[in-house]
């Protein structure tokens, strides 16, 4: 639990200082079959920017999104690499000393008790 | 009655061991080999009443007992050396000569075993099951992997109660039914509560309980199951060469653990037979135990200790099947290392995925 907090807590610093720091503008317009990159600070011209579809590389909500799920992934895979350390269990159950499983029940009684019931509207097709 | 008894050989006079390979007595020095039934005649003594056993207890061969240690000590027949074992030792080796010995006082009367299953693998095998068990352990250190030595090899005979019994069960289920409706306005979600009552038998039949007090619960559990038509009618010449302890746990004591294991047993194979419900839940169970029978059996286990860092690892192997247990140390840089760099790779690709695909 420890590496996934520090994982965790690593990512948030890093993803926070690069969100803020790098926003990257490519200009897509292409001239004599090449693309022009551009990178501009933060106070671009508003006018010029219409013109731009902007990419942000370090997007902060994704990024982390990115991290947790990541983390996540990681926690999985050492979990399941840890388990196969561990062999020695106590047994829950004796299904294998059974004898008979097939023909277990004798006697069914199904009692029927309430109902209840959930209402959905259905979307109304619009007016024409 | 002799305390300690050891199987001698009748041509050579070399102490025989019980051989896995061929289920035979063998002499180590002049190889002969003999049919466990050979030697019945030394068992017949073990069939006498209880108070005939405590009045020999310390007679003879055995020698004294420390009551405030729980210690008993034996002197060799063959060299004259001490010893020296806890009360519930059944069966040893002369720590001076090596010779096997069977502490005949601990399994007479109603000490006596009902049933033994021989051991099918030998040593070996239990040393190349370990090498397996720590092979593809990628979070093991590869320094215990490595410089792996076993400290202690022991073939062991662990006292086990075997339980038969008929289980009469009579559990309620909650239950629900779903359908689906509508008209012109709404979608219905009708969801039909039921009670669902099942009663019926189900017979079980060898479950095992570890009878032994030194012995690991979870150890002795994760082995099974043992093979209980392998089991031979108990004769002390199977314990030739192998360690063994006397149950100091009662059957009594250890029925609850199997009723335990039973009653989920059932719970779970009449829940599996109920069909066309959704959200089945035990809601009440009872069960009723009828012809219930203990009988006492020695189980083959290969016990295997080695120590690292410090701490102390056990491994069991079943005698008779292979299967083989144990905890093994986690590497805690490995850990680190395949976490960050699972992490990390993973992060990457949902990131690109995030921004590229979806973005």
Known sequence: MKIFTSFLLIAALLAFVFSFSV????????????????????ESDGDYAKNEKSVKIFDLKNLLISLAVGALIGLIVVSVMKSKLKSVHRRDTASNYALSLNSVIEKSDDTYLSTDTYTTPKAKPPEQ | MAQLHEYECPKCGGALEFNSAIQKLKCP?????????????????????????????????????????????????????????????????????????????????????????????????????????????????????????????????????????????????????????????????DVAHYSLSRKGNMSFENVPVDASQAMDDALMESIEPYDFADAKKFSTAYLAGYAADKFDIESSSCLPRAKDRISLSVAGAVK????????????????????????????????????????????????????????????????????????????LIVYLFINFFLG
């Open chain 1, 23 to 42: 926003t990257v503008f490519a200009d897509y317009e292409t001239d004599g079959g090449y693309e022009e990159i551009q990178i501009y600070g933060s």
């Open chain 2, 29 to 189: 020095y002049c190889d002969s080999e003999y049919e466990i039934s050979e030697f019945e005649a030394v068992d017949s003594a073990l069939d006498q009443t209880e108070n005939e056993q405590d009045s020999v207890d310390h007679a003879d061969g055995a020698d004294s007992e420390d009551s405030a240690s729980g210690l008993v000590s034996y002197v060799c027949k063959s060299c004259g050396g001490e010893i020296v074992g806890d009360s519930t030792l059944a069966s040893s080796a002369c720590p001076f000569c090596g010779n096997p010995v069977v502490m005949m006082g601990q399994l007479s009367g109603s000490l006596k075993p009902d049933y033994i299953i021989p051991f099918k693998l030998d040593k070996k095998a239990a040393k190349e099951a370990l090498k397996k068990h720590l092979e593809g352990k990628k979070l093991l250190p590869k320094v215990f992997k490595n410089e792996n030595h076993i400290d202690e090899i022991k073939g062991l005979y662990v006292p086990f109660w075997f339980f038969d019994t008929d289980v009469y069960a009579d559990i309620v289920f909650k239950a629900d039914k779903t359908s689906l409706r509508e008209d012109n306005e709404n979608s219905y979600r």
């Open chain 2, 272 to 347: 599996n037979s109920i069909t066309g419900y959704e959200n089945v839940t035990l809601e009440n169970a009872d069960f009723e135990y009828s012809d219930t029978f203990a009988k006492y059996a020695l189980c083959p286990v290969w016990l295997l200790n080695t120590s690292w860092n410090n701490e102390k690892f056990t491994f069991a192997m079943n005698g008779q099947t292979g299967r083989f247990v144990g905890n093994l140390p986690v590497d805690k840089g490995a850990l680190k290392k395949y976490f960050f760099t699972v992490a990390g790779i993973s992060a």
